[in-house]
């Protein structure tokens, strides 16, 4: 049971035709796909995963600083961006990750992701558990027909101690357990895993499905972390000022930097408008651009040594 290699038509391209997006969201997708990655057009070029499965939304590094960029210049409206990760050697550019062409003016982007380091351990053993199953459903036809059709979800309960790499092979493993011996088919009035699912059971694991004519779908979610809400502004500076500390090791070139914040448990709400009031020091940026979960944008930009909010996409 193998993950299926990405299908040919994973691109930016592909997914606009087929509707994946709607309204203002595929107006920015079509504006990115005409940006250009090393002469070629972005939305030709395939978005490769981590595991290789499209199931999989992780991206690897240099794909998901490819998106970071060009996600935030087309929600901002730039028109003629060239990006470039190579060098003249074909070796990826690092320090700073992405060369920028916008209307013949060049920059280095540095893409750096803020994200609470709790919330990081939980999202990627979430994200591992639904792509495992997901891929399965799409590559084995016999777990396929185990599953049916519905929407089958697992609710995980949080935890003090991650569930480690180990720990999500164990529940990959009892949820294939579960679906082939159709468990799932059998639900009981408290959503609860039987006796021989030990490591669901100990996560305090849940269960619903909901049977209709569409399409089998498996969902993995985790109950609120407890993790403090507060102070999430200082996650955000923290990564900038890190950045602007190793700024001095980059390439000799006019540097922006991209910050993408990562909240899956939706922790950083008020974070932008608090990063606004606050107008860190950003040099040696020239401008630092924010991307909240929610695709809002915070600029900052520095002329003569003072910090201004350039523009804010709220």
């Known amino acids: ?101 916008v209307d013949g ?11 609470d380091p709790a919330v990081a351990k939980s999202e990627a053993e979430q994200l591992r558990i639904e792509s495992a199953i997901r891929d399965l459903i799409e590559s084995d036809s016999v777990f396929s027909r185990a599953f049916g059709s519905g929407h089958l979800a697992v609710r995980l309960e949080s935890d003090p101690q991650p569930l480690g790499r180990s720990g999500a092979t164990k529940i990959i493993s009892e949820l294939i357990h579960f679906i082939t011996s159709r468990d799932h088919c059998k639900q009981n009035d408290d959503c609860s895993f039987g006796a021989a699912y030990t490591t669901l059971r100990s996560r305090g694991a849940s269960f619903t499905v909901s049977r209709d004519a569409g399409p089998p779908y498996f969902s993995a979610t985790r109950a609120g972390l407890s993790v403090d809400r507060s102070g999430k502004a200082a996650i955000v500076l923290k990564t900038l000022n890190d950045h602007r500390g190793k700024a001095a090791t980059y390439r000799h070139l006019r540097n922006w930097c991209v910050i993408q914040i990562i909240d899956l448990f939706d922790l950083f709400r008020p974070t932008l408008p608090e990063l606004a009031a606050l107008r860190p020091p950003i040099s040696p940026f020239a401008k630092v651009f924010v991307r909240s979960p929610t695709a809002e944008i915070l600029v900052f930009e520095q002329h003569g040594g003072v910090v201004s909010v350039g523009e804010v996409r709220f």
């Open 1 to 101: 049971m193998s993950s299926p290699a990405i299908a040919p038509a994973f691109t930016y391209d592909a997914l606009l035709a087929a509707g994946y997006w709607t309204g203002r969201e595929a107006e920015l997708r079509r504006l990115a796909a005409q940006y250009t990655v090393d002469g070629t057009r972005l939305g030709g070029i395939l978005f490769e995963t981590i595991s290789h499965s499209i199931n999989d939304p992780r991206l690897v590094p240099k794909r998901a600083e490819i998106e970071a960029v060009s996600y935030v210049f087309a929600r901002l409206g730039y028109v003629n961006v060239g990006l470039r990760t190579l060098d003249s050697q074909g070796s990826e550019l690092e320090r700073p990750d992405v060369d920028v062409t």
């Open 105 to 115: 003016d060049h920059w280095g982007v540095e893409v750096a992701v803020a994200i």
